[in-house]
């Protein structure tokens, strides 16, 4: 069965940075493009982030553009979110997903883990 089991959440300060992991099993990783989204209480969930499994092309919703970085390692099937200069906005629980032989952007998703809390405080 395919699982997605995120890692790396915490407390962190306003302005620092956190690393999220998300390790896939019980599918062929580099046929998923993968994503992470977002979902802080009493909002929908967010599209955060995306890298395709074709190119490793990525793509950042505005609102992460610029301080966020979305990395992947075939060898590891794992996909990376790295988090800088975070923003008491960013806190939420992050949620990474697979897409098979996806485009890369916020749709189509088939296969979500739980989700690991990031709480950015000041």
């Known amino acids: 069965q395919v699982q997605l089991v995120e890692s790396g959440g915490g407390l962190v300060q306003a302005g620092g940075s956190l690393r999220l992991s998300c390790a896939a099993s019980?599918?062929?990783?580099?046929?998923?493009?993968m994503g992470w989204f977002r979902q802080a209480p009493g909002k929908e969930r967010e599209f955060v982030a995306s890298i395709s499994w074709r190119y490793g092309r990525t793509y950042y919703s505005d609102s992460v553009k610029g301080r966020f970085t979305i990395s992947r390692d075939n060898a590891k099937n794992t996909v990376y979110l790295q988090m800088s200069s975070l923003k008491l906005e960013d806190t939420a629980v992050y949620c990474c997903a697979a897409q098979y032989l996806g485009a890369v952007g916020p749709g189509n998703y088939s296969y979500w883990g739980q989700g690991t809390q990031v709480t950015v405080s000041s």
């Open positions: 019980g599918l062929t990783f580099s046929s998923y493009t």
